[in-house]
């Protein structure tokens, strides 16, 4: 019960001590208990003022603090030459995340990194993942129109008639592909003795679209990260 309440079920682990390296042996190793913990999330969006352009603005969290990824796993194999490669294979891996943009918007989106194939040295190393969509394709609008069920038009428009202009096709025919996104992940500290590494890492992926009737904006997620290693 210390916990319940407190938002600590919502930290990656931190390492006391260890090294400013990453000293790892070349080989294939199993990353294991891989956390990701987001510090901020700044949308892209239109400045308050008018012409501003677009740029990523501060946002205010509106769910509550749930948002860590965490017991993710996959394999990780360092080259000879300190090169890393780590695939994203399973895990709680997702999260429905909604923020608030100065203006008062309120953007939702799926956090996530699954099937993330990342590569690079120790210090910078990134690659994409996928992003599946915010709804499923059996979710139904007010309307009653879903995906792969409901109706296929608003009750008020017959079909063959205004339901096909392109306005209201966005909102008729729903869109439930998955699209992509990009992570740099970096180690700042490592333990050989028990594996430990832990890091910081930059996220930038598509917000929901509404099932295909808006058009997503880019969030940035910033934080921290943490894993074990064990060889194989």
């Known amino acids: ?128 993942f996928l992003v599946p969509s915010y709804r499923g394709s059996s979710f139904l609008d007010p309307k009653g129109r879903g995906g792969s069920t409901g109706y296929d038009n608003a009750v008020a428009l017959p079909a063959g008639g205004r339901g096909d202009e392109e306005e209201l096709a966005k909102e008729n025919v729903k869109n439930a592909s998955s699209s992509t996104g990009n992570i740099t992940l970096s180690v700042t500290k490592s333990k050989p003795e028990t594996g430990e590494v832990i890091g910081v890492f930059e996220s930038v992926q598509p917000s929901d679209t509404d099932l295909g009737a808006k058009a997503p904006k880019d969030v940035k997620i910033q934080g921290v990260w943490y894993a074990q290693l064990e060889s194989n």
Do not use: H
């Not at 199993?30 to 956390?35: D, G, N, P, R, V």
């Not at 603005?57 to 394999?75: A, H, I, N, S, V």
């Not at 999260?95 to 099937?115: I, M, S, Y």
């Open 1 to 128: 019960m210390e916990v319940k309440g407190t938002g600590t079920a919502n930290q990656c682990p931190t390492i006391d001590g260890g090294v400013d390296s990453f000293p790892f042996k070349a080989g294939k190793y199993e990353m294991k208990k891989f956390c990701l913990e987001p510090t901020s999330f700044t949308v892209k969006a239109e400045g308050i003022q008018k012409n501003e352009p677009p740029a990523f603005q501060k946002t205010k969290l509106m769910t509550r603090l749930t948002y860590t990824l965490d017991e993710m796993e996959g394999p990780l194999e360092v080259g000879a030459d300190g090169t890393l490669k780590f695939e994203e294979k399973d895990g709680i891996d997702y999260a429905a995340v909604t923020v608030q943009l100065p203006g008062g918007e309120r953007v939702p989106f799926l956090f996530t990194v699954k099937q993330l194939v990342a590569t690079g040295k120790p210090e910078s190393f990134s690659g994409p």
